[in-house]
Every structure is written in C-alpha cells, then in structure tokens.
C-alpha cells in the first residue's frame, strides 16, 4: 500500500542554519503531498502542498517540490528561527478517497 | 480565519465506558475525518464521512468505534467498552472537497483510558 517514509529527529539546529527534512513515498497512483506542522499543544497545521510532478509548494519560507523521478519531497528553509521548533509531518493523500498517510514526523528543535 | 474545534481537549475515562468526542468542522466543508495518534506513533487515519456516510474506514475503525452528524454543525467519534490501548490523541479532520484538497484539523482530544 502507499505510504510515507521520513527522516528521523530530533533534529536540532542553530538559528539561521539550512534546514533539510526529507521524505519520500511510495504510491501507485498520482497523489498529492503535504507537509504539516505540530506547534507543542496544538493540532496539526498545513505547511504546504503540490498536487502534480515538479510543483513547488512553499509558505513562511519553507519549500518542498514533487519530485516523481526519486519519489521525494524534501522540506527546507534557509534559514530557521526558534519559533519554527515543531514537530513537522509529511503526508500523501490519493486521489481516490483523500485519506491522509503520514509519516513518523520530524522533531525540530531550533537553539538561539 | 475559520477552523475546526474539538471538545474535550482532554478526557479520562475508565476502561470499559463509553467515550463520544466532537467535533465541529468548517461550516462550508463537506468531508469530514478522524486520526488518531498514539504516544510516540504515527498519525493514523481512521475514517471519512460524507454526505452523512462512511466513505472509508480503515481496520482500526471496528465495531467497537462509530461516527455520527447528528445536526448541522457536529460530527462525533463515539468509541464503545474502550480499551487501554485506545488512549490516544483523537484529531478531527475536515476538507472542501475529497480531490487532493488539504485537510484542516483540530487541535484534538486527548484520550486517557485508565
């Protein structure tokens, strides 16, 4: 079945450093990817989206592009802030019935 | 901007007892979900609802766990002779449409079976 696989935290960075958290998928169809974020006590927020091949999903920063040819849609930002500490998950929906597969989440955790 | 409640944030509940969580999705949304996420786990999906029905439950979703839209506004999560392995945090999900459009969630019911 489809599903999701995700780097590994805690990560922990220093503030303005690169941040790359990868992720990759495996599904039969064309599915959509997302990424959401966890703030510690809330619920899950999306980060962003890209719904075909070769789109760039970005907002506050972050970036993530579809990538078909090595199944991927590694998140990154140049440069972090604390407020960006949080658990961040990345997701696949199919088309077909919209159910979210996740992946495990990557803690980060950013160090002024 | 609109968003989808939860109520409770927390509940405890003796092993055995019925629990039902709710929910109020956005008022223009017309899909309607539940994740769970147990301690340390993934988030799992659970089930869909449209058009006052399950689109799809997944093998989680038993006999023991049943959804309802018993007026305009709520959806509820009723879980029946909970387990000790149902304490979780509960999130409620809604989206515009099913076709790839993102889902908007709440900030869940945490879920303590004693």
């Known amino acids: 079945g489809d599903s999701v696989t995700q780097m590994e935290g805690p990560v922990t960075l220093s503030e303005e450093a690169f941040l790359t958290i990868n992720c990759t998928y495996t599904?039969?169809?064309?599915?959509?990817l997302f990424w959401y974020v966890q703030y510690p006590g809330e619920g899950l927020q999306l980060l962003l989206k890209?719904?075909?091949?070769?789109d760039k999903g970005s907002n506050k920063g972050f970036e993530a592009t579809y990538r078909k040819e090595t199944t991927s849609f590694h998140l990154e930002k140049g440069s972090v802030q604390v407020s960006d500490s949080a658990v961040y998950f990345c997701?696949?929906?199919?088309?077909?019935?919209?159910?979210?597969?996740f992946g495990t989440g990557t803690l980060l955790a950013v160090q002024p | 901007e609109p968003e989808v409640t939860q109520t409770p944030s927390h509940q405890v509940t003796q092993m055995g007892q019925e629990v039902i969580l709710r929910c109020v999705p956005i008022?223009?949304?017309?899909?309607f979900y539940w994740y769970r996420q147990i301690l340390g786990q993934k988030v799992e999906f659970l089930v869909s609802f449209y058009n006052n029905e399950i689109s799809e439950k997944s093998e989680i979703f038993d006999d023991q766990f049943s959804v309802e839209r018993p007026d305009g506004s709520n959806f509820t999560l009723k879980i029946r002779s909970t387990k000790l392995e149902d304490s979780a945090m509960y999130f409620c999900?809604?989206?515009?449409?099913?076709?790839?459009?993102?889902?908007?969630f709440g900030d869940g019911t945490r879920l303590s079976i004693l």
């Open positions: 008022s223009n949304h017309l899909y």
């Open positions: 890209a719904t075909k091949a070769d």
């Open positions: 999900a809604s989206s515009v449409t099913a076709s790839n459009q993102p889902q908007h």
């Open positions: 599904a039969t169809g064309y599915p959509s």
């Open positions: 997701a696949l929906s199919d088309g077909a019935t919209n159910k979210l597969i």
